[in-house]
């Protein structure tokens, strides 16, 4: 067992805490994000990064929702595949909480199946997400974004204001570089951009971030899990 400190806010060893380098950003859209207990235990996951940056954000922890989340009424869960609508339909309406599922590939698809709640809850998703930039989780599907990013991406969105969320992103950035710095770029070769001698697109694949913290913005939601 380790006896290091670990920051309270960011969960990180305290010479690795984050927490002065994440910008205050005020939300219109609340945020809802519904983590699944194992995602819980990534120290990189990209969700903590959204609930201590933006102003009007709630991070639970479980596999349906707790009674936080089910107070916010007109709720909608990011997530695509038959059913779900894109985000452009939402824009021009009145605003609503947006939930998003943080777990891997299978574990959000099962908690949208197992739980009655979140099954009820009208589905959307991003037309066209941006190439993700979270580079240490393995994900085989293209288009898949980490977490933050599909929030990042779907405020922005909504909100007209491309950018506006940016700085959490380098949050994550400073993040994957002390990690990848961490592991040494030997190992980061070999686990992350071994791909890349085999085509273009593997590689592309392979450097995007895992099923975990990508599963719930994939585009094809009923893809055989790894
Ligand atoms: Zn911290």
Request: glycine residues 6%; contains cysteine; charged residues 15%.
């Given at each position: 067992m380790s006896a290091r400190p670990f920051c309270?806010?960011?969960?990180?060893?305290l010479p690795s805490c984050y927490c002065l380098h994440v910008p205050r950003l005020h939300n219109r859209w609340p945020v809802r994000i519904l983590q699944h207990p194992q995602e819980a235990?990534?120290?990189?996951?990209?969700a903590r990064i959204a609930a201590l940056g933006l102003s009007d954000c709630v991070l639970s922890t479980g596999t349906a929702p707790d009674a936080a989340l089910l107070r916010l009424r007109d709720c909608v869960v990011l997530y695509p595949g038959e059913g779900s609508q894109p985000l452009s339909r939402l824009r021009s309406g009145p605003v609503t909480g947006l939930l998003f599922l943080d777990g891997t590939w299978r574990k959000s698809k099962r908690m949208l199946l197992e739980s009655p709640a979140l099954a009820a809850l009208p589905r959307y998703h991003l037309e066209s997400p941006e190439p993700s930039r979270y580079r240490i989780r393995r994900e085989p599907r293209a288009h898949a974004i980490s977490t933050l990013e599909a929030i990042v991406q779907s405020l922005e969105f909504l909100e007209g204001a491309p950018g506006r969320y940016a700085g959490l992103l380098s949050v994550m950035d400073m993040l994957v570089d002390e990690q990848i710095r961490h592991m040494g770029e030997d190992l980061y070769q070999r686990r992350y951009l071994k791909a890349e001698t085999e085509s273009p697109q593997s590689r592309h694949r392979s450097a995007e971030s895992e099923s975990a913290e990508c599963s719930d913005r994939n585009?094809?939601?009923d893809a055989p899990d790894r």
């Open positions: 309270p806010h960011c969960q990180r060893p235990a990534h120290a990189l996951g990209t585009p094809d939601p």
